[in-house]
């Protein structure tokens, strides 16, 4: 997704366009310019948690009667079954309210999905900055987009600010195959597995020698993740690592290679 980060130093990848708001408004919407709602939103200088800017809100509605809130729409983003918790800091200019945060998912069609994930939160405050969160919420069976509501009952004029939005969510240790499942997921890519084999276990402390169970797991994960390309790495030794699946060094790895991939 164009302007989405991967935290590639933690088990969690960060999904938030422009979240700073440094750059402007990016792809958040007010009632102007999409479906926020009873707000007008720019970026601001008068006050920034981190940075320079953060995102002012102005509520629009004659009362407190209405929900103000801006929102941005991650789609294609999410993965169903996948963990995530959402927080952003968020300040007033005057009058304090109380927040509600809402993660909203729709499946691959715009079709609304339950449950929504919703949090009613304590009040900002006018001289420091407040951080509020929810979760973690579990994505629902189906989900392929996520709308992100930060929500108060502002009334017209009246002004807060939210800044270093954050929608995170595990996705398996970094560099593990489930987190290079999901990291292909997420940025609907093919998965690719070029080289993988069994290793004679005398030679390498990866190995585990002839292991006909690797040979298996490792067939039911490429099934199960729809993998686009596999290759077995048989290279012929050229070293006192052996990867060669028959040159006789493991047998039974070969026949359940030779049984389940035909």
């Known amino acids: 997704l164009t302007g989405n980060r991967l935290d590639g130093t933690a088990d969690n990848f960060l999904l938030g366009v422009n ?37 002012a809100i102005t509520g629009t509605h004659p009362t ?9 729409n991650f789609v294609g983003g999410v993965i169903p079954g996948q963990t995530y918790t959402l927080s952003c800091w968020v300040r007033a200019a005057s009058t304090t309210r109380s927040w509600m945060l809402q993660a909203s998912w729709a499946d691959v069609s715009g079709n609304a999905l339950t449950p929504s994930a919703v949090s009613n939160l304590g009040p900002d405050s006018s001289t420091a900055w407040t951080h509020i969160t ?4 579990v994505a629902p069976a189906g989900a392929f987009s996520v709308n992100i509501l930060p929500s108060i009952s502002a009334v017209q004029n ?12 595990s996705i398996g240790s970094v560099g593990s195959l489930n987190w290079l499942a999901n990291f292909a997921q997420l940025h609907q890519k093919s998965l690719a597995i070029p080289e993988w084999a069994v290793l004679t276990q005398s030679t390498s402390p990866e190995g585990l020698g002839d292991d006909p169970t690797f040979i298996e797991n ?41 049984r389940i991939f035909g």
Not at 134 to 137: E, I, W
Not at 158 to 169: L, T
Not at 239 to 252: K, R
């Open 19 to 55: 979240s700073d708001f440094e750059t402007g408004v990016g792809q958040w919407v007010d009632a102007s310019t999409g479906n926020g709602s009873n707000c007008t939103i720019t970026p601001s200088s008068a006050q920034a948690h981190s940075g320079t800017y953060s995102l």
């Open 64 to 72: 407190t009667t209405a929900f103000t809130c801006p929102r941005i």
């Open 134 to 137: 929810t979760g973690p919420v």
């Open 158 to 169: 009246e002004v807060h600010y939210i800044d270093d939005v954050v929608f995170s969510g």
């Open 218 to 258: 490792m067939y039911q994960w490429l099934v199960a993740n729809n993998a686009a390309i596999s290759c077995y790495f048989s290279q012929v030794a050229i070293t006192a690592t052996d990867y060669n699946l028959i040159d006789g060094n493991f047998p039974n790895s070969l026949a359940e290679f030779e």
